[in-house]
């Protein structure tokens, strides 16, 4: 958000590009299980659990459809949309002893106001970058798969997408975007096509995969960051780095 500011944009626009994105992305991970089903049908292999979720994925896609069109078509809808999203919410938190104190009402107008004009206008972009990002990743993992040694006579490219995509769909749920969880069930979905006796070489291809995915970008990160920061301060913004600045400041304080 501060980084979209930095660069010219204004304080609104930086907003609807992270709601935007963030929608995007989600509903990209819930149209992959759909192709996933699609291409294992060409090659008429069928999973239960795999059509299972393509329907989920499916439902979920519709119904997000529909309320985003509701919301963005009328602020009565929004609120009304927002007030029953706040008590499935508190439901849910309630059984988990938690109390919810947020207006979702108040938080789908903001979300409608700042993000009206990109989902209506541009949301064939959005949609296509989200996906765009979902296949980069794929590449990644299908590149994994092969540079540790398992050959598509063990592990065929549409089973890797299927398993990508079932990961994917998991994660768009909080209690499961927690670590190891995606690894493992990576692993017991290639470990069960491959056998027993490449389950080193399914072990390497994650590992190799998640240091690709997760520990290569943290330096890269850091040096843009970094660079971006200075930049800030040459041009005396300095402003942009208080949401930076403040938590260190605070431990300082006794």
């Not at 927002?82 to 059984?95: D, N, P, T």
């Not at 079932?166 to 069960?192: C, H, K, M, Q, R």
Request: net charge neutral; no cysteine.
């Amino acid at each position: 958000y501060q980084m979209t500011r930095s660069w010219g944009f204004p304080a609104s626009s930086a907003t609807s590009a992270t709601m935007a994105s963030w929608v995007f992305a989600n509903f990209a991970k819930l149209i992959l299980p759909l192709a996933a089903v699609l291409f294992l049908d060409i090659r008429r292999i069928r999973d239960d659990e795999l059509d299972a979720l393509a329907l989920i994925g499916l439902i979920v896609v519709v119904v997000g459809a529909i309320a985003l069109y509701l919301i963005l078509r009328s602020p009565d809808l929004a609120v009304r949309i927002g007030r029953m999203l706040g008590r499935f919410v508190r439901f849910v938190a309630g059984m988990f002893r938690k109390e919810v104190k947020t207006d979702f009402g108040e938080l789908v107008m903001a979300f409608r106001e700042q993000s009206s004009e990109v989902l209506t206008r541009r949301w064939h972009v959005g949609l296509a970058a989200g996906v765009a990002a979902q296949v980069a990743t794929f590449l990644v993992l299908f590149l994994s798969i092969r540079f540790v040694g398992i050959g598509s006579d063990q592990l065929h490219w549409t089973v890797a997408f299927g398993a990508f995509s079932v990961v994917a769909i998991l994660t768009t749920i909080p209690i499961f975007n927690l670590p190891g969880i995606a690894e493992a069930t990576y692993i017991s979905i290639f470990n069960a096509t491959v056998g027993a006796e490449s389950t080193d070489l399914v072990a390497a291809a994650v590992f190799v995969f998640r240091l690709l995915t997760w520990v290569a970008p943290i330096p890269v990160g850091g040096i843009a960051f970094t660079r971006w920061r200075d930049e800030v301060r040459k041009r005396g913004d300095t402003d942009l780095l208080d949401a930076f600045d403040k938590p260190s400041e605070q431990e300082e304080s006794p």
